[in-house]
DNA sequence: CAAAGATCGGTAACAGTGTTACCGACAAGA
DNA sequence: TCTTGTCGGTAACACTGTTACCGATCTTTG
């Protein structure tokens, strides 16, 4: 029970959601998480700030839509990761994957993991998306225990290994603690020293 | 050159400055990073604002403080842990002491490696502190390896790789990203995957 | 077709935040 | 004693998220 006009318009207000959120990414991107204020965003659509709140439902709402966008990129990431050679090769690539996301675009990294958004708690929906983000990493590593690359736990508590030590590492790299210049083996040395005591011997060969 | 009223109020403006200082770690720990502004704690102590921006120059003077506070309690904490059994057993023990101390007061956790306090950045001293403190930490790997239970890298390098991977599990920990029971249990298994590489069959034995 | 009702959005305000200009009170030095 | 200077309280400024008001526009009704 809708006539075309209130159809129209909510796909109006579908394209101007689009289009704030777009400002909000820009935002995000090229001055960081500071600069994602109610007013600067109105002003840079030049739109009032009233438009974002019946859209958004605030800010909180606002950075929820951020945070699902910045899941949907690292998605979008680790399906890119070619599957040649074999699992644990590509278990590797996605690691490697995810600190490359993750570097070159840091704000997105802080929104999502570093509570970059002060006063932002996820809700449902956002915690289910990072949820299936996170099982891409548990199927990488099911795909290794089902070829016999690794073996000796289950594959969500590998993969949980992993992702604590990756986040560990992503986060502090962020954050400039190190000042290292080669951390990017320093990174891979850590993925394998987790994987190790779950290699077999067929996956220590490659 | 200095005349003892000079001196005595320097002492005095210690005092306040303590006092002030005790009140704003008080409020971190009751209720959280988000209470620290600095109406609150001059209202707390029943001063004016103006005292802490002359003692303190600022809330980024009084958040390299609460910094400064936080890796003194941490590294107070890394000094308890008894050496008993041998550097490996004892490196271990500081692991699980640096995981117990953040969770037990996630907020200072927060404050010091998850940027709680928005727009403070670590000043000079804070992150020479904040090396000091994680040297602690490449000394008992350096013992490991002096002892023979460790090899195959440097201290400092093995010291980075526990770093990140127990960062990682204790921020997630602490943002309840995860949700099982058994969360000690997977740590200890984390921090015992990181170090399998480097274990000699002397270490393994124990 | 005109009038009543409803929804959307712009303006301006409110309650917060960090920070500082002003100004009175007090002690040090001439 | 009088000037000088420092310290601190008051009140403001610029900023934040948020919302009450109210005019404009569209839908529904008589």
Redesign the pocket.
Known sequence: MS?P??QA?REG?DV?RATILEAAKNLLINEGPAA?????IASEVG?????I???FG???GLSEALWLEGFARLERRLLDVPSDGGPLDRLMAMLAAYRDHALAEPDYYRVMFLGALPGFKAGEEAIRTAKRTFGMLVAGVAACLEAGELAGAEAPEIADLLGMAVHGAVSLEISSYFEEADTSARYRLLCTSVLTPFMTRDGRRT
């Open positions: 006539t006009y209130q318009q207000q101007v994602l204020t109610v007013r600067r739109c009032s700030t009233k438009v709140y019946t859209l605030g800010k909180d």
